[in-house]
């Protein structure tokens, strides 16, 4: 079956330091892969996709790309803010022509100190 | 245009008593979803509505679980009765189409069974 296997929580960082979500996945066929952050007291918001290999997925400063051959989306930003702690779901979708609903790692909590 | 809603946000109840969610999807999405997440753990998919139509709910855990959705407008999640492990997060979600990257989640419902 699909699952999706996310690096453990709570990551802390300072303001401004670099910032890797570990994400890997396994799945029959070629996925579309997600990442979903929820803030504070907020649902779950899409904060990028990618749909096949080798696309970058990227909004508000991070990315994720894509890669076939390591079966990975791992979540990057150059420099993280007070404002980024939050929980960070990464997921998968099957292919077209399968079902979609999706399946979530377990999240990933980030804490960000001034 | 006003997001998914769901209440109540919390809800601390004793084991064998009854709860009931409820979820608004935005107006106009057909699909609803529910998820829910226990601690620390995957967001796990329960059941997907179409309109009043249950087009999947091969995640619902147990027959103490009844999800409703009359007149295919907000949609109800009923346990009863309650078991320690129903503790966790309960999300709704809605879609115009049945779209991974077009979901729109609400806050949650925090549901803590003591």
């Known amino acids: 079956g699909n699952s999706v296997t996310q690096m453990e929580g709570p990551v802390t960082l300072s303001e401004e330091a670099f910032l890797t979500i570990n994400c890997t996945y396994t799945a029959t066929g070629y996925p579309s892969l997600f990442w979903y952050v929820q803030y504070p007291g907020e649902g779950l918001q899409l904060l990028l996709k990618?749909?096949?290999?080798?696309d970058k997925g990227s909004n508000k400063g991070f990315e994720a790309t894509y890669r076939k051959e390591t079966t990975s989306f791992h979540l990057e930003k150059g420099s993280v803010q007070v404002s980024d702690s939050a929980v960070y779901f990464c997921a998968l979708s099957p292919p077209s022509g399968g079902s979609y609903i999706p399946t979530f790692g377990r999240g990933t909590s980030l804490i960000v100190h001034p | 245009e006003a997001g998914v809603t769901q209440f109540p946000s919390h809800s601390v109840i004793e084991k064998g008593q009854t709860v009931t969610l409820r979820c608004d999807p935005i107006s106009g999405h057909d699909n609803l979803y529910w998820y829910r997440r226990v601690m620390g753990k995957e967001i796990k998919f329960l059941l997907h509505f179409v309109k009043e139509s249950k087009q999947d709910e091969s995640g619902m855990p147990n027959n103490r679980f009844l999800a409703e959705r009359t007149g295919g407008t907000y949609s109800t999640l009923k346990v009863q009765p309650a078991e320690l492990e129903d503790s966790g997060v309960y999300f709704c979600?809605?879609?115009?189409?049945?779209?991974?990257?077009?979901?729109?989640f609400g806050s949650g419902t925090r549901l803590t069974v003591v």
């Open positions: 979600a809605s879609s115009q189409v049945p779209l991974v990257g077009g979901y729109t």
């Open positions: 990618a749909t096949k290999a080798d």
